[in-house]
Structures are given as C-alpha cells and as structure tokens.
C-alpha cells in the first residue's frame, strides 16, 4: 500500500536555529514528490518537486532533498514567518494520468523570535 | 483574478440541506482535483477530472456529487451530508501529471 509519513507531528525551534523535516514514503515507482506550506486559514502553497534520487531543490531559506526512501526538508536560519504546517506529498508510479497524490500527516513548524 | 478560486469559504448547513461548492481556476490548467481535509488526517483526495472527464473517484459517498463543465470550473454538490462530513474541502488544478498541484483557500464546512 502507498504511504506518506511526515516526521516530527510538531517542530519548535529558535529563530536562527536550523533544522530538517523528514517525509519517508513507500509509493511504487515514485513520479515526484512534492513539497507544500499551508498557513492556518489557508490552501497549501506549492514549494518544491524533486523527481529522482539525488536531487535538491532551493528557495531563501528551504532546501528540499530526495532519496530512494525519503526526502527532507532543511530550513536554515528559519525565522517567525516561517511558521506554518509543511505537506509532504508523493504521486506513484501508474497515476500520472489521474494525479493521484498520497499526502503525509504534515509537520507543525513554530519558530520562535 | 488569478490562481485558484474557491466559494463560498465558509458553509454551514443541516443534514437534509442541499448546496453546492464552486471552484474556478485562472491558470489554464487541464486537471482539477477535489480534497477534503479533516483535522489530524492528511489530506484525501475525492475525485479528479482531465479534460473535463472524470479520471478517479476515490470511493467518495454518492452524498458528494462533482461537476466539472469546463477546464476552469469545478463544483461539487452536497446532498444529504453528514456530522462526519465537516472539514474543510479544497480544490486543486495542475497541468498534466506529474505537474504539481495548485491550491485554492478551500471552503470551511460544517454541519448541524
């Protein structure tokens, strides 16, 4: 069965003080896997896509990376505006055609000034 | 206006009501996508249409009932819901797969 799961539930961390998310999936034939942020109130905002293993993506303070099993979202030197809860999402193999994405739960991140 | 627009944004109605969600996309995209979001749950996807086709319902109650008249529109009709039924319900387009997903603010359901 295709499964997301995000890690930590909930992340607090100091502004400045750097950290990484982690989204381990097991999908058959991954297509993409896809990265979001979502403000309370509000639809996930669209981050990354990292298409095969030993690809990184970058943007300000956000670098997303892929493995065979994983992928991991470092943020360095995070500041308060970077609170939000962060998606991690994976299209398998045999669904590009309907876009089938498998969502994890989600990690909470506050940072603190 | 641009990206991905949902309304209303917030719904409150009573089980035997009837009401349609609307969702409009300004990004020339093929392929819209119902979600519903339940607190502590990720995020599951309802059905999706190509082209104005549906390609996937997933296993979604026959309450939920989704139109797609063109590539920008997408509603989906209520009928009959239940208390479990209450969550907030997104919509999403994207070119073809495995293009990424674009979100609108989604609409706040409850029911009585």
């Known amino acids: 069965e295709d499964q997301v799961t995000q890690s930590p539930e909930a992340l607090r961390l100091q502004e400045g003080e750097s950290s990484s998310l982690n989204c381990s999936y097991t999908?058959?034939?991954?297509?993409?896997l896809f990265w979001y942020r979502q403000d309370p109130g509000k639809g996930p905002e669209f981050l990354f896509t990292l298409y095969s293993a030993g690809e990184e993506k970058e943007k300000e303070r956000l670098k997303a990376t892929l493995t065979k099993k994983e992928s991991f979202l470092h943020i360095t030197a995070p500041k308060p505006e970077d609170s939000a809860t962060y998606l991690c999402?994976?299209?398998?193999?045999?669904?590009?055609?309907?876009?089938?994405?498998?969502f994890g739960q989600g990690t909470t991140l506050q940072v603190k000034p | 206006e641009t990206g991905v627009t949902q309304t209303p944004r917030h719904l409150v109605m009573g089980m035997t009501n009837k009401k349609s969600l609307k969702c409009e996309q300004h990004?020339?995209?093929?392929?819209m996508y119902w979600y519903k979001q339940s607190a502590k749950k990720p995020l599951e996807l309802m059905f999706v249409y190509n082209f104005k086709e549906q390609t996937e319902n997933n296993s979604v109650p026959s309450r939920f009932s989704p139109e797609c008249p063109n590539s920008s529109h997408l509603f989906l009709h209520l009928h009959t819901l239940q208390p479990e039924d209450s969550a907030l319900y997104l919509c999403?387009?994207?070119?073809?797969?495995?293009?990424?997903?674009?979100f609108g603010d989604g609409t706040r359901l409850s029911i009585l």
């Open positions: 999403a387009s994207s070119q073809e797969s495995p293009q990424p997903q674009h």
């Open positions: 990004l020339g995209h093929n392929a």
């Open positions: 999402a994976a299209l398998p193999g045999g669904s590009s055609n309907t876009g089938k994405l498998i």
């Open positions: 999908v058959s034939g991954l297509r993409g």
